[in-house]
């Protein structure tokens, strides 16, 4: 995959990406939103501030399952309705417990931590937290696939660039973190097993699942963060960050092309279908990564829906039929 390709393809699909309207702000949810702990989030909500979809007012004689849908589009575990005080009439809050979203980003091989943050972490600085997790992660994977990439030997450039990818990884983590701190989630402890020697076909399935697919889905969604997040700061720092993980996605196509002519043909069938098999996941995860709306306006963070049909668009340009 070049350089010439793949940029066209980006900008495309970021021209797609609604602009945001609102600048910077506080963000704010009605009652509540929580991190469970054990991958959930919490919102809680008024009643009388949910509307049906034809525009009626909700009462707490609604199922709180329909109450839920009013709040978000995710995937419900549970929900129940309260009453804020003994005096109230009535109940007049609704709690729903959603599945969490999922937040991959280029995951090393040994990576041990999941980015989780206590229960109770508001959703907004769980999400960037576990980002920031992810960008953190992102930083030994690029050292080691640069000492392997030399072991290889691999072109100098190709090696340069790894070296030079874990140096944007840092300041990647910094920021998300600085956003994460912001909404009162601290950074998650990375923990790393050591790495093993591997050969040039397992760093090529590697490469190909998480640069050639998923990394490359995250260059996406990051672009399309700085076009979307109603927040100043969220815009600011994703505006740098997308061209880097630009060239992050470009390099893993380079190293791909690379590897590939180097491996044997029955290997460089396993590496396609490491590849396949990793577009049809990522599909799922898009199709499941739901967040509550007032969250991912605030991040810019697509819907599930559009989410899924970004990750198809690109596996139709990149490797057509995967998901056919």
Do not use: Y
């Not at 005080?85 to 979203?101: A, L, N, Q, R």
């Not at 944007?168 to 910094?174: G, I």
């Not at 599909?283 to 007032?294: M, V």
């Amino acid at each position: 995959m070049s350089r010439v390709r793949l940029r066209p393809v980006f900008k495309r699909l970021w021209l797609l990406a609604p602009v945001a309207t609102l600048g910077g702000g506080c963000f704010f949810f009605t009652g509540g939103c929580e991190w469970g702990g054990d991958g959930t989030f919490e919102l809680t909500s008024f009643i009388s501030e949910l509307f049906s979809v034809d525009g009626g007012a909700l009462t707490a004689d609604t199922p709180c399952e329909e109450l839920c849908q009013r709040v978000s589009s995710g995937t419900l575990r549970s929900c129940s309705i309260q009453r804020t005080s003994e005096t109230s009439p009535e109940p007049d809050k609704v709690t729903c417990v959603f599945d969490s979203v999922n937040c991959d980003g280029r995951r090393p091989e040994g990576l041990c931590s999941d980015g989780a943050v206590v229960q109770g972490t508001p959703v907004l600085g769980a999400l960037f937290a576990k980002i920031a997790h992810m960008e953190a992660a992102s930083v030994p994977a690029f050292e080691r696939l640069a000492d392997e990439l030399a072991e290889h030997g691999a072109p100098e450039h190709l090696v340069r660039a790894a070296r030079r990818s874990a140096k944007d990884e840092v300041r990647h983590a910094d920021a998300m973190e600085s956003l994460a701190r912001r909404h009162g989630a601290p950074m998650p402890e990375l923990k790393v097993a050591p790495f093993q020697a591997r050969s040039l076909e397992a760093l090529a399935i590697e490469n190909a699942v998480e640069g050639c697919v998923r990394e490359t889905f995250g260059a996406l969604l990051a672009g399309w963060q700085a076009r979307s997040a109603e927040d100043a700061q969220v815009r600011e720092s994703l505006s740098t960050i997308a061209p880097d993980e630009l060239r992050h996605a470009e390099l893993s196509w380079a190293i791909d092309a690379w590897a590939m002519e180097q491996l044997s043909p029955e290997a460089r069938e396993r590496v396609e279908a490491a590849r396949r098999e990793a577009w049809r996941e990522l599909e799922q995860d898009a199709a499941s990564s739901h967040l509550p709306n007032e969250v991912a306006r605030h991040s810019g963070l697509p819907s599930a829906e559009v989410a899924r049909g970004l990750v198809r668009e690109l596996a139709s340009e990149l490797m057509p039929g995967a998901l056919a």
